[in-house]
Structures are given as C-alpha cells and as structure tokens.
C-alpha cells in the first residue's frame, strides 16, 4: 500500500541531492545466474553448522548510479545446512545496514563471507544464514564522499535514500531473487540503527520521493516488516540536551564541561521531555526529566543487573561487588541510584555532544552540502558558535535534521510504521544519553507497535550478549522454520 503524505513536511520538499557527474543507467533486473558458491562454518546456540550459500555479489540498485561502489548491494542465500539442502525462496529477509558513524558502506570492497576477518566478519549475518534467513548487505552514499573536484555526494539524506532503493529494488525483483520481501528485517547498530530505524518508521513517505526519483527508482513500496536497533544514534535535534541530563555533572578525562551551558542544556531538555507527554503502559505517569532516572532504573537497569549478577558463580559474584561497591545485592535483587550508576560509566564527550561548536562531530558533517562538509543544525550550538543572539537554522537544514530523525515519522504519522521492534543498548554505552532509545520505544508503543527493549548490563556500544536471542525473535514474529528440500 503507498501511503501519500499531504502535511506540511511535504510542502518543502527539498531539492534533490545532485551529484555534478555523467551518471550511467544500468538495468534493475536482478542477475539471477551471475553467483557464487561459497561455504561458511558457523557457531550457534545449537552448535557448530556448515552452511553453503549462494551469494551474488555488487548488485547495482538504482539506474541512475552516482556512484556503484556505493549503490549496490550483496544477497547470500543459504541452500544447504550440514549437507542438508534447504529451500530460502521465501525465507524471511535480514537488510544488514553496515553503517556506522554515518559514513559510507563500500559495497564494491566487500569480500565473500567466509574471507572475512575480524571486524568485517558479521556473526549476526552468519548466524541468520545459518537459520534459513535471506540476507542482503547494501551499500549507501555517506556524508565523506566526495568528488575528485571537492563536492560532496553523500550528505543527508543520501544514505537513507539508497536503503529505500535497495527496498524498491528487491520488491521490483520479487520472484527473482530469493526471499520474502513481505518479511524485511532491517538490522543495524549505531548510526546504522538510526537508518534501520528510519526505514521502519517512514516507509512509502512521499518526503523521499524526489530524490527517489532522482535515482531512477522503480515505483515499489519501501516499507520494512521489523526493525532491529542496536544503540540508536537518533533524535540528534535533541541529543545534546539529553546528554546533559544525563552526563552534565560527570567530568570528561579533561574535567567539567561548562556548567552553565550544561545547566542550560539540561532545562531544555526538561521542556522537551514534558511536551512528548509520553506515559509508560506500567501506570508510572507522564514520563517527566526529573522521574526519568527513577524510570531507567526501575524498568530496566535494576533488571538487568539482577539478571546478569545472578549467572556469575559465587565467587565471581563476590568479586564483582568488591569492584562496585556501589552496587547493593541482596540475594536476588539489586539497588544502586542513578547517579552512581552514571558516575561509574563515566561520560565520554564534550559540551555539545553532537552539534560540536567547532563543527567536528560526525553529526555537523553529515548535515553538509555539496560544497560545505559541516554545518550546525541546532539553534544553540549556532548561536553560541557565532556570537549571535538571533541567528537560527537555515530552513534546508531544519528540514534535513526532520528528514533524519525517526521522531518525525512518528509524531507526525505520515508513513507506513513497521509493527515489530527490538531495541538493545549496552549499559556502559556512553555515546548518548538512555532516554534516546527509551522515548523511542515508548512512542513506538504509542503508536501500537510491538516493541521489545532492553539494556545488555556491562555491554559497551553495539554490544549485546550473544545473537541468539535477536534470532528467536526473528523466528517468532516471522514464524519462519526450516524449510529442507530433502
């Protein structure tokens, strides 16, 4: 179903992201007989597999290529586990977004999955593929490509834009490749989350039309079936008071950031948290600043703590309190306050911690253009950068800032929301404040999504406790099994 948004976010469409290049067009038939075989050995929960998958590798997926290193992707298909063959026609798809910090994903650089090492090997792919999952791995446009003659082509909302390609593609080859494009599962961590968070929430928009078109998309739908986020990196309009919530009394290796602009920083985000007026399903009320650190205790870090203190053995658990002695157990259950919790993580940006004064944060470069790498896009970081009481955001950053953001989708409601939900974070995460992906989740919730959130405790960025988990609750909302051909 296209879902056609009339609101006043489509009244200033922005124009489309030219790129000053000839620009080939290629043919958006997928290249059914152009694969390889390749055979991967993989660790489960259930034991050591061997999975042979078909993998067609640097699919274009657009016709009016900018740049194919970029625009283009890999699908693997397993066809066999442990010599057993299986049918993956119509096995449920993972859309494995690589990004991270916003950068580009160099599809064309890609190697075959059993050559990969260290960082590049993805377990959460190989373990999908393992269980019978389709997975396809795109590449994308980010905010450091650049022309040899200095312009930039990879600045938001370009990245986004080639996901929504890459979609419409495999829904314009359904039948021809394999898989299920009713059954997309957009995975991600970090700025990569905040893409897959992105496509979840502003499926079919009309805001990406003209760049969409720009590129020569087929006219398919864009909308994903689940989202999987791992340390989100989103609502960065608001990141940098949220961090001061959380952090602003908690030195940097260099001291204190400056206390009246944290103060500042801080009362803002106290506003912005009461006008969401977002009231938790557990009867605790509107969901205000000054409750919220009761909240994260409560619902999750109490939780986990206890989960996790519970699976050390007693002499590991002795040790583990002699290291945090701020830290109370006793016997099943935990209790610590918020600050001390937040003192022990320790705060690991400056003042702002996305709209950098100096433009340095991977944030000010991705709201660049085709001839400025780095602009501010919030009124308070321009302002104090440029001295100027009534200066203000341009309104074609403003936009992009809405563009990017999930928030948009969700309290405006103009796009096609995907119903399924799993939200991680890692508790000594310090890369943006807990509320992030917690307001998410609970507007998520409002708008009647399933949502399934947690914090992994002691687990940093991206991190988690094992892959398992995350494939169960593909399988369950999915109901996806097996299917062996023999």
């Known amino acids: 179903m296209r879902v056609r948004n009339f609101g006043i976010l489509a009244v200033l469409f922005l124009l489309p992201n030219a790129c000053h290049r000839t620009r080939p067009e290629l043919s958006l038939r997928f290249p059914e007989h152009a694969y390889t ?241 977002l009231s938790p399903a557990d009867s605790f009320g509107i969901l205000t600043a000054d409750r919220y650190g009761e909240y994260l205790l409560q619902q999750y870090l109490y939780p986990s703590a206890a989960s996790f203190i519970q699976r050390l053995s007693d002499e590991q658990r002795i040790e583990y309190l002699r290291e945090h002695p701020w830290l109370h157990w006793d016997s099943s259950s935990v209790s610590f306050t918020f600050t001390d919790f937040v003192n022990s993580i320790g705060r690991l940006k400056g003042l702002p911690a996305f709209d950098d004064f100096r433009l340095r944060s991977p944030a000010n470069s991705l709201f660049g253009n085709e001839k400025i790498n780095a602009r501010h896009f919030t009124v308070f970081s321009q302002r104090i950068a440029t001295n100027g009481k009534d200066t203000t955001i341009d309104d074609e950053v403003h936009m992009l800032v809405k563009l990017m953001n999930p928030h948009t989708f969700l309290l405006d409601k103009p796009a096609e929301c995907a119903h399924y939900w799993w939200l991680r974070n890692g508790t000594l995460d310090t890369h943006t404040s807990f509320t992030i992906m917690v307001n998410f989740a609970l507007l998520l919730q409002q708008r009647g999504c399933t949502v399934s959130t947690w914090f992994y405790w002691d687990a940093g960025h991206c991190g988690d406790h094992g892959t398992d988990d995350l494939l169960q609750w593909m399988q369950g909302i999915t109901g996806y099994t097996l299917h062996r051909t023999q």
């Not at 900018?66 to 057993?84: C, G, T």
């Not at 993805?122 to 590449?139: D, R, S, T, Y």
């Not at 909308?223 to 001061?244: G, Q, T």
């Open 37 to 277: 075989i390749d055979t991967l050995v993989v660790q489960t929960g259930t034991g050591r597999h061997t999975v042979l998958v078909k993998a067609t590798m640097h699919v274009p997926y657009v016709k009016n290529i900018v740049d194919i290193a970029y625009q283009s992707f890999n699908i693997f298909e397993p066809i066999a586990i442990d010599s057993l063959a299986i049918d993956a026609r119509e096995a449920p798809i993972l859309f494995a977004i690589g990004v991270g910090a916003y950068k580009a994903v160099n599809n064309a650089e890609s190697l075959p999955l059993s050559r990969r090492k260290g960082p590049a090997k993805n377990e959460k792919i190989e373990q999908a593929l393992a269980a019978g999952f389709v997975v396809v791995e795109p590449g994308c446009r980010g905010r450091e490509n650049q022309l040899p003659n200095g312009l930039y082509y990879g600045k938001a909302p370009a990245a986004v834009v080639d996901l929504k390609a890459a979609l419409r593609y495999l829904r314009y080859n359904e039948g021809h490749i394999p898989g299920n494009v009713d059954k997309i599962i957009a995975l991600g961590c970090s700025a990569g989350a905040a893409l897959a968070a992105l496509l979840g929430v502003s499926g079919n928009s009309e805001l990406f039309e003209s760049y969409l078109k720009n590129l020569g998309v087929p006219n398919e739908d864009d909308h994903v079936f689940a989202c999987a986020c791992y340390s989100p990196i989103i609502d960065l309009e608001h990141a940098d008071m949220a961090y001061e919530w959380m952090f602003g009394t908690v030195p940097t290796k260099y001291g204190l950031v400056n206390q009246k602009l944290s103060k500042y920083l801080k009362e803002q985000f106290a506003e912005y948290q009461r006008s969401l007026q």
